[in-house]
């Protein structure tokens, strides 16, 4: 269809306004709030409200107040115009459709008519999104995906026939196509979660949780059944080990018992043996002791014989040493008598060489008085001398040496006195003299010498004299006065001794001195000679001489003739020395011969004494040997040989019972058969422990065994078994039915989407086409048809690499484009008619577009005029509204400016620039008005 | 202890007709005892391939009303006693509920009731036989019941039993051994009874144990020596058959599993013995539940239909609470003939006492149901599921079993759903 004019009266603000449109591009411009919209809303309300509706009757009120709001249209379909008039005021709402032919229809008539020749159906609408005129962009929801529910309205179903028609009658589902997936969805869903897992409440879930269990239970009691007749097998095996080591004990005991009477037997017979043993040891012991005694009486025989034997010579021995030592003792008292005798002849030399040695001594003493008595007289005479020059010094001045020094130390101070008196004075020469010189008077002459002590005058010529003091001052006077004294003690002390001068005093000094000289050396030689010792010495000599002369006489032996001097007897003591050498020689060879004797005699003895101790030894030794072998004798008798032998025959008799139960025993192999008994007694232990233990596991395993009666495993084993089976067999066929589903619901998706591909198919070309003069060649679309509606809408456009974007995610200028677009292709498909047929020129479907592209570009408002005057070359009307009319300048549309609202009603003319002039007058339909 | 002495000096002739028990005929001229001779009670036994706990207990309560069904024939026929060849416990450690009620079952019967361990309740360690329970139990409350735990004989007037207890699970040595080398001179003219309980190298029988095929216990009848013995009791077999000329296993007094083709089940065996004779041994039913097996091959989806018909004749209505059902499933169905089917068993499920199903029915949908589905020119996506599907199965491989589900529950929701 095609909108030819509209009028609107009394709708909102519009009082009465009247737009003849172009059949294919209209451009309605008007400022912001001048009614565009509201003239889409009144077109939109006339064509797809039912008049009588209620649904936004307020709203479309006229602002002014007064008239009711009436919209006229008079558009064109499959060729013939149409004239259409509601008025909406509740109940008394008109509805009116004329045609060119004259045919009116009023009412419901004309809303059913009118609903035909839109392409609505027969039925009533009642829902809001009746219609088609959802394809139109409305202000401020350009932008809007325009493949949703709520953006096509019941344009979906209709757009979706279409495709269908479009790909054919063999693809669209039916009814019970619908209703048999849906049981087939719900069972999948009952069955399945979203993941594919079986969901908890469904018979898959239940049957697998029960083949688990099943599975578990059986396990169990397949499990407590083993251990139960683990139990049972553990009660035989235990038995059989009891059963066993019974035998074995028994076994054991028979043969201990056996063993045990060997035993018995090796034991009596082993007593028995103790006391042949005894018997035998008794009768060895009796042999042997005799044997033993009777060799030992033999033996002793023959030792006795022996040691008296070796006894003999040993007391010869005695014998000789007795002797022997007796005629050493007499040597040794020979040579003691010997040692007397000359010790005796001995004595009388020592008493003559006394009496000797008196007469020396008093011959000697004499010599020695007559020398003292000569000394003496010498020593008189020189006392004499001594005398006479004692006498002579008496007669000589006191003159010693001290006074010697004296006067001449008061010599030398006079002598010293005169020098300096001397030296101080002065001399004086006259070398050369002249007229006039003299001194204190007396003239001087040429070469003439003066020595002045004291002072003087100088007279030299005329008017000069000269005092000459000689030392000056006072000295010479106190020097003149010293030498006076100095030789008045000098002169008073040679007067005192009666001498002239010192040189007479030095004269008698020397007498003196000389006289002195002599008297001491007469001293001297007194001394030299023994001085005064000399007579105590004549005195003492004399003394001893009388003594000696005594001695001598005492001493004098009988007969000796008394030497006469010393040298006589000097002889006679040389021929007693000599005698005295020849006894001393002879006393020691005495004394030699003495101690040897001794010695060899105590030799002898400590031998002799020896071998007689040896000699008792030996004695007392045989002295018991004797009592031995008498005991021996006596114990043992005499004659021995015929019990000696009794005892040897039972000696061996005894043994060889003792050997024969020796042969008894070992036959019966004792060691064997304690062996066997300690082998078999841990046999018997072993078994009966043996038995113990496996009778405790037994009893364990009985009491595992035990059940109460509470449980019969067998019957429990067999019936999880069989629970098991059951739920192998209901699992599989519940998992098959699951599997039946799950395959039954992916047929049915797969199918159900690959039609919707195919049926979707011609509406992406389409879009792809108005796409293509938007973004260039390569713009495509891919959306997806899904029962009436659409999805995903996606879209991929060549200045962004082909890449597709979600609708949603698309800038707001690019969405408007899209939509745009997409709005396009679907009324193009829209107005393809039922009967499919594009080409027919008939198929038309106004587009409307109010202020649909606010948010794009100038530039891209360009692109969207070549889209826009695609569709109205594809046949489509397009009404395109907007406040910026500049904008689409270069759509070639025929452009109507609204005037400013609150106008009065008036027609309003098409713009110059299209050249279009109205084509009818408003107000009126084609019904009502004849042409 | 009742013993009953019976002199016959002109026994009838027994003749049975329609069964496969052979009969004999002599005269005999020492004294005669006739008892019943049973088996394999196992008492206990868990059923526990029966899904449905209420049926596993009235399986094990329908054993324990058929001992005291024994009575019954004890007092009918005037048995002296009855011998039990062993496993009278499906298990050697029975609940204590087990051995109270089997007990008071004993005690139903009036007469001596002798028992050896078999294989299933031997006495081994622990076992039931030694526990205190059971001890005090018996004493107590069923004092006609002697447990012969050793292999010697039991004298009792009028009879010697010569017990082979079974005291392990399996043992390599014959339980009977110990009869061969037994002095028979110290025994007198009673008859003598051997009980035992395995299998006879003579009679060529596989084990009759359900879990596994046993070499063990088995009891050499060849070795034994028969001119000294007047009767063998036999157990283990769960059906009664002849083993020997005097051996005899006696089967299940209660049958409890399907026998083989052939197999008398559920009954006891009364026997008549003396010194020096063949026995004469008479089979009397004492059980009642019924083990049914039916097999079906499927061709058409008008399969289920006559399978139905078979059911209702086989088991009959009255009988169905008492019968339990294996079942053989084979052949393949339609879509349609599987839900059939499945309804048809669901019903049998709920009536039986137990249906133990072997179905291995293809799913094979009938060419109008694939066409129905593949062809729904109207309904794209499911023909093209189906499509995908049949292709799936027609190119084989592991997932056709799931693709031939997945067609059916397709099958299914298509005609579950709302019509078109």
Redesign the interface.
């Known amino acids: 269809m095609r909108i030819l004019s509209v009028t609107v009266k009394n709708f909102r603000m519009h009082d009465d306004l009247t737009v003849e449109f172009d059949r294919s591009r209209t451009l309605v411009a008007g400022p912001n709030e001048s009614g565009k919209s509201t003239l889409v809303d009144a077109i939109e309300r006339v064509l797809f409200y039912p008049h009588r509706s209620k649904k936004g009757l307020e709203d479309i009120k006229p602002k002014a107040g007064g008239g009711t709001p009436e919209v006229i249209i008079r558009f064109e379909r499959d060729g013939r115009t149409y004239g259409l008039r509601k008025v909406f005021k509740h109940q008394q709402a008109v509805a009116t459709l004329a045609d060119e032919a004259g045919s009116t229809y009023g009412g419901e008539e004309a809303e059913a008519r009118l609903r035909q020749l839109l392409g609505l159906g027969d039925a009533e609408p009642k829902n809001p999104l009746f219609g088609w005129s959802h394809l139109w962009a409305r202000q401020g929801a350009a932008g809007t995906d325009p493949m949703k529910p709520e953006s096509l309205g019941t344009a979906s179903s209709d757009l979706g026939a279409r495709l269908n028609s479009i790909s054919g009658t063999?693809?669209?589902?039916?009814?019970?196509?619908?209703?048999?997936?849906g049981?087939?969805e719900k069972e999948y869903d009952d069955t399945f979660t979203t993941t594919g897992a079986a969901r908890a409440s469904s018979r898959l879930f239940g049957a697998t949780a029960e083949l688990t269990a099943a599975r578990q239970a059986a396990s169990q009691a397949a499990a407590r059944l083993a251990e139960?007749e683990e139990?049972?097998d553990?009660?035989?095996r235990e038995?059989s080990v009891i059963s066993s080591c019974r035998e074995t004990l028994a076994d054991a005991e028979k043969q201990l018992g056996t063993t045990q009477n060997t035993l018995t037997r090796i034991e009596n017979y082993e007593k028995t043996l103790e006391g042949q043993r005894q018997d035998a040891e008794h009768a060895a012991k009796a042999y042997g002791a005799l044997r033993e005694a009777d060799a030992a009486i033999i033996e002793l025989t023959k030792v006795i014989e022996t040691g008296s034997q070796a006894l003999a010579p040993k007391n010869e021995e005695v014998k000789r040493l007795v002797g022997h030592e007796q005629r050493l003792q007499e040597a040794a008292s020979l040579a003691a008598t010997e040692i007397k005798q000359v010790l005796d002849s001995q004595q009388t030399y020592t008493a003559t060489e006394d009496f000797l040695e008196a007469i020396g001594k008093a011959f000697d003493l004499k010599a020695t008085r007559t020398e003292l008595e000569k000394t003496q007289s010498e020593i008189d005479m020189l006392n004499e001398t001594i005398a006479a020059i004692a006498q002579r010094l008496r007669k000589l001045p006191d003159v010693d040496k001290s006074v010697v020094d004296d006067l001449e130390d008061l010599e030398r101070q006079l002598e010293v006195g005169r020098g300096k008196l001397e030296a101080i004075a002065t001399r004086i020469e006259v070398l050369r003299a002249g007229d006039g010189l003299a001194i204190d008077g007396e003239p001087l002459a040429p070469g003439t010498e003066r020595i002045l002590t004291d002072a003087a005058d100088l007279t030299v010529g005329e008017g000069t004299i000269i005092r000459i003091t000689p030392g000056g001052g006072e000295s010479l006077a106190e020097m003149r006065v010293v030498i006076a004294n100095l030789e008045s003690r000098l002169g008073s002390r040679l007067s005192a001794l009666g001498l002239k001068d010192v040189a007479e005093v030095l004269q008698s000094l020397d007498k003196r001195l000389s006289e002195e000289a002599s008297s001491a050396r007469h001293e001297e030689k007194i001394a030299n000679l023994g001085g005064d010792d000399v007579q105590s010495r004549l005195e003492k000599a004399k003394a001893e001489i009388e003594k000696f002369e005594a001695e001598i006489a005492r001493k004098k032996p009988a007969g000796f003739e008394q030497p006469t001097d010393i040298a006589a007897v000097e002889a006679a003591l040389e021929q007693l020395k000599k005698c005295r050498s020849e006894v001393a020689e002879a006393v020691r060879q005495a004394q030699s011969a003495f101690d040897k004797a001794t010695q060899e005699a105590k030799q002898t003895r400590e031998a002799r004494e020896q071998l007689e101790t040896a000699l008792s030894d030996e004695r007392k030794e045989l002295q018991e040997l004797q009592v031995q072998k008498a005991a021996l004798e006596r114990g043992y008798g005499t004659v021995r040989q015929e019990e000696l032998e009794q005892l040897a025959s039972k000696k061996r008799l005894t043994q060889e019972a003792v050997d024969e139960t020796d042969r008894a025993i070992a036959a019966l192999s004792p060691e064997t058969a304690r062996d066997d008994r300690e082998r078999l007694e841990r046999a018997v232990k072993l078994s009966n422990d043996q038995i113990i233990e496996a009778g405790n596991r037994?009893a364990n395993?009985?009491g595992?065994?035990?059940?109460?009666?509470?449980?019969?495993?067998?019957?429990?084993k067999?019936?999880?078994?069989?629970?098991y089976?059951?739920a192998v067999r209901r699992h599989t066929e519940i998992d098959?039915?699951a599997?039946?589903?799950r395959?039954?619901r992916e047929?049915?998706d797969i199918?159900?989407q690959a039609?919707a591909e195919t049926v979707a198919a011609p509406l992406r070309e389409k879009v792809a086409e108005y796409l293509n003069s938007l973004f260039g060649v390569g713009s495509c679309v891919t959306v997806t048809k899904a029962g009436d509606t659409f999805e995903d809408l996606k879209v991929a456009r060549p200045t962004v690499g082909g890449l597709h974007f979600e609708f949603e995610k698309l800038s707001g200028g690019t969405k408007e484009q899209v939509a745009a677009a997409c709005r396009l292709a679907m009324a193009e498909l829209l107005a393809g008619g039922e009967d499919g047929d594009e080409s027919d020129a008939r198929a038309c479907l106004p587009m409307v577009f109010d202020d649909a592209f606010v948010n794009s570009d100038p530039e891209r408002i360009r692109a969207v005029q070549r889209v826009l005057e695609l569709g109205a070359k594809r046949g489509l009307q397009i009404i395109v509204l907007s406040c910026n009319p500049q904008e689409y300048g270069l759509f070639g549309a025929k452009r109507i400016d609204l005037p400013p609202v609150k106008h009065a009603s008036a027609t309003v003319p098409a713009a110059s620039d299209s050249g279009a002039s109205p084509a009818a007058s408003g107000g009126t339909i084609p019904g009502e008005t004849t042409a | 202890m009742i013993l009953r002495h019976l002199s016959t000096p002109n026994p009838p002739v027994v003749v049975i007709v329609g069964h496969p028990v052979s009969f004999t005929h002599r005269c005999f001229s020492n004294p005669m005892i006739t008892f019943v001779h049973t088996a394999d009670w196992q008492l206990?036994?868990?059923f526990?391939?029966?899904?449905n706990e209420e049926r596993r207990v009235g399986l094990r309560s329908e054993r324990i009303a058929a001992v005291q069904r024994i009575g019954d024939v004890v007092r009918a026929k005037n048995a002296a006693f009855v011998v039990v060849a062993g496993d009278l416990f499906?298990?050697?450690?029975?609940?204590?509920e087990?051995?109270a009620a089997t007990c008071d079952a004993i005690k139903s019967i009036g007469v001596p009731v002798y028992v050896i361990p078999g294989n299933?309740d031997h006495a081994?360690?622990?076992s039931v036989w030694e526990?205190s329970?059971?001890v005090a139990e018996s004493r107590e409350r069923a004092p006609n019941l002697r447990v012969l735990l050793d292999a010697k004989p039991i004298e009792e007037p009028g009879y010697i039993l010569l017990p082979c207890p079974l005291n392990?699970r399996q043992s390599s040595e014959d339980p009977c051994s110990w009869i061969r080398d037994f002095d028979f001179a110290v025994l007198d003219d009673r008859p003598r009874i051997v009980i035992a309980h395995g299998s006879t190298l003579s009679f060529k029988q596989e084990s009759d144990e359900e879990d596994s095929a046993r070499q063990a216990n088995f009891i050499e009848l060849a070795k034994l020596p028969m001119s000294q013995l007047d009767s063998i009791a036999l157990g283990d077999w769960h059906g009664l058959v002849e083993a020997g000329d005097k051996a005899w296993y006696s089967g299940s007094h209660e049958t409890d599993r399907f026998p083989k083709t052939g197999q008398t089940t559920g009954h006891v065996a009364v026997v008549q013995a003396d010194r020096g004779g063949l026995p004469i041994v008479k089979p009397e039913q004492t059980g009642r539940t019924r083990w049914l097996t039916h097999s079906e091959s499927f061709a058409t989806d008008a399969g289920p239909a006559a399978l139905k018909d078979a059911l209702n004749q086989l088991v009959g209505d009255a009988e169905r609470r008492l019968s339990l059902l294996k079942l053989s499933l084979r052949g393949s169905l339609g879509l349609a003939g599987h839900a059939e089917l499945a309804r048809i068993l669901e019903s049998w499920q709920s009536g039986l006492l137990d249906l133990r199903l072997d179905k291995s029915v293809a799913v094979a949908p009938t060419s109008e149901e694939i066409d129905g589905l593949t062809k729904?020119?109207?309904?794209?996506?499911?023909a093209?599921?189906a499509r995908?599907?049949q292709a799936q199965i027609d190119r084989g491989g592991e997932?056709t079993?799931?693709?031939g589900?997945?067609i059916?529950?397709?099958h299914e929701?298509?005609h579950?759903?709302?019509a078109?």
């Open positions: 063999g693809l669209t589902e039916s009814k019970r196509d619908t209703a048999t997936f049981m087939i139960l139990a049972a553990t009660v035989i038995e037994k395993a009985e595992r065994l035990a059940t109460g009666g509470t449980i019969d495993l067998h019957g429990t067999a019936a999880a078994d069989a629970r089976d059951v098959r039915r599997q039946a589903v395959q039954l047929l049915f199918r159900r039609v | 206990g036994k868990p526990s391939r029966v899904a499906d298990s050697n450690q029975p609940t204590n087990t051995v299933h081994g360690p622990g526990q329970f059971f392990r729904a020119a109207g309904d794209p996506l499911i093209h599921v995908e599907l997932d079993a799931i693709a589900t997945a059916a529950l397709l929701c298509v579950a759903g709302a078109p």
